[in-house]
Nanobody, 122 residues
């Protein structure tokens, strides 16, 4: 079982930045592929970014060049650095642990964090 906990959300002005963190349990973290998703109430949960155990990354087109996913295996943590934030980035952001990569796609596992709210507004 993979347990993950997100943090770092908040209220930010358009053009601002936030850095989200997702801490996972277990000594096997170095082998986990991980993903960030976001969801607006009433909408589908969508993949934002994913990172493999060997640091392969992928991004949803709308965040390319603005968001960066990274990992620190010593801390059992992945990050989502979000720059140049836009109002349309407003959502609850969820961490997903232990999925897999299939071609250019990250396939989610059943292990989710509780979510952290990101609000971009003036």
């Amino acid at each position: 079982q993979v347990q993950v906990v997100e943090s770092g959300g908040g209220l930010v002005l358009p053009g601002g930045s936030l850095n989200l963190s997702c801490e996972a349990s277990g000594s096997g973290f170095r082998f986990y592929h991980m993903g960030w998703y976001r969801q607006v109430p009433g909408n589908r949960r969508e993949l934002v970014a994913a990172i493999s155990s060997d640091n392969r990354t992928l991004y949803e087109d709308s965040v390319k060049g603005r968001f960066t996913i990274s990992r620190d295996n010593a801390k059992n943590t992945i990050y989502l650095q979000m720059n140049s934030l836009k109002p349309e980035d407003t959502a609850v952001y969820y961490c997903n642990g232990g999925g897999y990569f299939s071609g250019a796609t990250y396939v989610q596992s059943v292990y989710w964090g509780q979510g952290t709210q990101v609000t971009v507004s003036s």
